[in-house]
């Protein structure tokens, strides 16, 4: 295994973040954004809506990158060595659009316990401060979960627009990332993007979350698979690896998901958003 360097683990464990980390080259990016194109094309709406998630159940090429050997080697230094795929998702935004992530931690409402997890979040174009790159807010790791106002702005990419208020932008710091590169955050670091102001789409494909076997769902049910180690407490439901784009098994699977996925993300809330 070649994982993180000391000097990378103890950046981790400081600000509760590590990037760049060198994932995919230019052309498996590429890859990857010809792959997103091509459904968006040939079956409209299917990356739209709370079918954002789970992509790596309807493509065996999302699939591949979450058993990218580099990325796994690096999540393997954080949170040891028997790693499950928990779930993905896209965030894209397009030039011309209003699409942003407002200041928030993972942890909050997702259910998973401990917090043994890792999101891995793969840059599938270049992201950058002019066209909305994430920022996080070094250190914030270490505190508890803050509280998060649900918004449900229109044009906030998560589920409930759940916000950390009063986040001062100066003390946040931006992952610039070419294509093919990684980012490694902390479940309960605090991060937000802001606007695409470029003329090319924003894509990033998040694996969120790789999570260690002894992490349990206290909500719902996640659907997992493995990608390295033994798992000795099968607290969840695995999926099967997709054989073929769109396939109509690999679609029932992504549907079951979500469905449960969705139950999870809107818990004990009294409205639901469109993700």
């Known amino acids: 295994m070649t994982g993180l360097t000391t000097e990378q683990l103890d950046h981790y464990n400081s600000k509760g973040y590590i990037s760049p980390i060198n994932a ?12 997103i194109e091509k459904i968006e094309k040939d079956w409209p709406g299917a990356l739209e809506g709370i079918n954002r998630n ?6 065996p090429i999302f699939n591949k990158v979450c058993l990218n ?7 393997e230094s954080i949170i040891g060595k028997n790693i499950l795929i928990c779930g993905t998702t896209l965030f894209i935004k397009n030039p011309n ?38 920022r996080m807010l070094p250190g914030s790791h270490k505190e508890d979960l803050k509280s998060h106002e649900q918004k449900f702005d229109e044009n ?4 409930r627009g759940q916000t950390v208020k009063n986040v001062s932008l100066e003390k946040t710091e931006p992952i610039v990332l070419k294509a093919g590169q990684v980012s490694l955050h902390h479940p309960t670091i605090v991060h937000g993007s802001g606007l695409n102001n470029s003329n090319d789409r924003r894509i990033g494909f998040v694996i969120q979350s790789y999570i260690g076997t002894n992490v349990n769902q206290v909500i719902g049910k996640m659907y997992v698979q493995k990608a390295r180690g033994e798992d000795k ?3 969840h439901q695995y999926s099967k690896k997709p054989t073929e784009l769109m396939g109509k098994n690999e679609v029932t699977s992504q549907n079951k998901a979500n469905e449960e996925l969705s139950k999870i993300f809107y818990s004990g809330s009294k409205k639901i958003g469109k993700f």
Request: proline share 1%; net charge negative; aromatic share 12%.
């Open 24 to 35: 995919l080259n230019s052309l498996e990016a590429k890859e990857v954004r010809d792959e």
């Open 54 to 59: 789970y992509i790596h159940l309807i493509s």
């Open 69 to 75: 050997k580099n990325i796994l080697d690096a999540v």
């Open 97 to 134: 659009e209003k699409g942003f992530v407002s200041f928030h931690q993972d942890a909050k409402y997702i259910g998973l316990e401990p917090h043994n997890w890792v999101t891995a979040w793969v840059a599938i174009t270049d992201a950058n401060e002019k066209n909305g790159c994430m």
């Open 156 to 159: 906030n990419l998560l589920t």
């Open 233 to 235: 407490f099968n607290y």
